[in-house]
């Protein structure tokens, strides 16, 4: 009978396959961290603009309406339910006695 088994790997290959394991995991971490910060500045361009687009509605009707097209265009349910449970109206220009 004859044996199929294989040498045991040196300590030298070991030892490199310990170093590759350790470079993966590295790259994996910077990746993720690079991901994060991605997502961090994209989210907060999506809230300053979103704060810019509701204060332009409180001086321009244009505005508002942008913001109610926008509003009509969601069509997940927890995106509805931000808006609809929580009282959310679309901020409007506040008109002054001088128009007409």
């Known amino acids: 009978m004859t044996s ?25 971490d910077a990746r993720n961290a690079e991901n994060r910060q991605k997502r961090k500045i994209e989210d907060r361009q999506k809230i300053i603009l979103g704060g810019t687009l509701l204060k332009a509605a409180e001086g ?15 069509s ?12 959310f109206t679309t901020p409007r220009p506040v008109q002054t ?3 007409g």
């Open 4 to 28: 199929t088994s294989q040498p045991a790997k040196s300590q030298r290959v070991l030892d490199a396959e310990k170093r590759l394991e350790q470079a993966r995991n590295a790259l994996k």
């Open 60 to 74: 321009d009707e244009r505005f508002s309406n942008v913001i109610d097209a926008l509003l009509k265009r969601l």
């Open 76 to 87: 997940r349910e927890q995106d509805l339910k931000a808006f609809q449970d929580h009282g």
């Open 97 to 99: 006695q001088n128009e």
